[in-house]
């Protein structure tokens, strides 16, 4: 079993960025691909970005590339979203995520998923 615990969510406004932190327990992630989604009001979960454990390969969505990271921690069983030029659009909650295999894009492939964080971006 795996535990996944983020944190970091919050308002902030258009432009700004902010870091959020995924937390792994249980297990390490060992040869687990990690994924990020956020879910907006009235709409799906959608995938943001994902990174392999092991090789460290990772893939973002294209509505946030150039502008959202994703990195990990070893140490700290950890993984990172950092995400800067932030705008309305991206107002939603962000879960984090974890499937025992390659990165994949859709949530129905995610075994493992935390609680989620708000993330508010003001105009």
């Known amino acids: 079993q795996v535990q996944l615990v983020e944190s970091g969510g919050g308002l902030v406004q258009a432009g700004d960025s902010l870091s959020l932190s995924c937390v792994a327990s249980g297990r390490t992630f060992g040869a687990y691909s990690t994924g990020w989604f956020r879910q907006a009001p009235g709409k799906g979960r959608e995938f943001v970005a994902g990174?392999?454990?092991?090789?460290?390969?990772?893939l973002l969505a294209d509505s946030v590339r150039g502008r959202f990271t994703i990195s990990r921690d070893y140490r700290k069983n950890t993984v990172y979203l950092e995400m800067d030029s932030l705008t309305p659009e991206d107002t939603a909650v962000y879960y984090c995520?974890?499937?025992?295999?390659?990165?994949?894009?859709?949530?129905?492939?995610?075994?493992?998923w935390g609680q989620g964080t708000q993330v508010t971006v003001s105009s």
């Open positions: 995520a974890a499937r025992p295999s390659r990165i994949a894009t859709s949530a129905e492939q995610y075994n493992y």
């Open positions: 990174m392999s454990w092991t090789t460290g390969d990772t």
